[in-house]
């Protein structure tokens, strides 16, 4: 397994870039203090039903395989507060949705 963490700055906003090479596949991760942005594993249904009241802002891109892909991505799936406190919808760009944090 390699781990890889560098920083990212999308525009003046700076985030952070996480990359975990796992066995046939690898975990991708933009985040800020405030919110991320994470590949298919994210669970977003666990993050919006059962762990409602955290109020956890976080957004799903599918078929991404590096840091630039996520970013370019669609939001394929969010959760209830990304929703409600930074207007991010299902289809709108992942680096769209990160600057509005």
Known sequence: MLVTVEPLWIQDKPFT?????????NLLVVSNEVGYIMCGALDVDLLSDR????EIVAGRALGVKTINQLLEAPLEKVTIASKEKYGWEEGMNAKE?????
């Open 97 to 101: 949705a990160l600057l509005r944090l």
């Open 51 to 54: 762990l409602y009241e955290r």
């Open 17 to 25: 870039a996480v990359q975990v090479k796992l066995p046939k596949t």
